[in-house]
């Protein structure tokens, strides 16, 4: 097989075979096939497309390309969930034991990764003793007996897409609909999900700006996980403001409690209730959707998902009293009002913007080696549809440095207020097959 035949058969609007696309899977890979080589291929793609089964075979190579996690020794249907980005989204905090709670097993694997804040893991360790470093056989322990387990990212997983993702990158070939649904979902069936929950964000903070986009996206990734056996599922969610109040590592934990107690923000109840809702039924823990969100609304109610958060951070080390004394969590020394300085509706939250604001305080990474500040962040005091008067604060800017002009601008830069009573539509569709 020469690479040469299988760009010019991709070029000419042909179908690759799923022999063509391991071999160049494989080859590039190991180093056999070089980037100028890929390059044109991959352009090739991003003009011509692929089908169905090209895209399901692109992603099974990419998977096959390293190790693949096995979660056989966990029982029940593991079901993982993917966000495609956003801004202070705590849905992964929420999720995790209110979903257990139903019995739905979650074996989750974490990294830390660059951002406005941290990662899962980099939350969780706000809470003091936390830790993800346990054996996969303590890992396997705990998510039988109590449902819940996170434990950081090993092994040497996709580096098939790690390699091609770098080459898009520089080869203006990212945005692709079949390259990006493949690449996402590579890298969840590595990590050993038998089922797959997606939130495809839209909007102003979003990778996908448009909707159309990203219900071409969710479309996409729900067919490869489908066709090759994964049972798939996913959301459309706005991305036209942060999600919730909090944008920060403690502050995200503190909000994650709220919420498991029934008293957390409106659009962050309602976004982890439907995909909550899903995962459930795809774990086989209620037959509709309807169905599971009145279970997890129950759980919610009758305490028990926040005694399974207990239950998982005390697994882990972690000082499980945070529950009831939030006081405990990793507190910033100055916390600053910002004002509004006109009156008014909250019509627009740039999150974007909004994101880099707290991560200017210390949230977030840039590089791997940057030390994260757990306890900074924001904390909204208004979201898009509110009223204003000029006086009221917008936000509480919660940091470890005095000076905090230049977060305060841009906090102030990106409320835009004016005469509209904006309402965002925060699930836009829902995708079950
Ligand atoms: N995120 C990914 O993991 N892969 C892509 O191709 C794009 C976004
Ligand atoms: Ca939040």
Known sequence: MRMVDII?????????????????INGYTDGDIPDYQVSSLLMSIFFNDMTQEERANLTMAMVKSGDEIDLSAIEGVKVDKHSTGGVGDTTTLVLAPLVAALDVPVAKMSGRGLGHTGGTIDKLEAVDGFHVEITEQQFTDIVNRDKVAVIGQSGNLTPADKKLYALRDVTATVNSIPLIASSIMSKKIA???????????TGDGAFMKNEEDAVELARAMVSIGNNVGRNTMAIISSMSEPLGYAIGNALE?????????????????????????QMAVLGGAAESLDEAK??????????????????????????????????????????????AEESGFVEEIAAEEIGIASAMLGAGRQTKEDEIDLAVGLVLKKKVGDRVEQGDTLAVIHSNSEDIK????????NYRI????????????????
């Open 8 to 24: 010019a058969k991709k070029r000419d609007g042909g179908e690759l075979s799923k022999e063509e696309i391991e071999h160049f």
């Open 418 to 433: 004016g005469s509209r009573e904006n309402k965002i539509e925060l699930i836009k569709q829902v995708i079950t097959e």
């Open 253 to 277: 934990v503190k909000e994650a409690i709220d919420t498991l107690k029934g008293e957390g923000p409106e659009d962050l109840t309602a976004l982890c209730l439907e995909l909550g809702a």
């Open 294 to 339: 009145d279970k997890l609304r129950a759980v919610i109610d009758n305490g028990e998902a926040l005694e399974k958060f207990r239950v998982f951070l005390k697994n882990q080390g972690g000082d499980a009293s945070v529950v009831d004394d939030p006081f405990k969590l990793p507190q910033a020394k100055y916390l600053f009002e910002v004002k």
């Open 406 to 413: 230049e977060v305060e601008q841009k906090i102030l830069d």
């Open 191 to 201: 990590a050993g999900a038998d089922a797959i929950v997606l939130d495809v964000k």
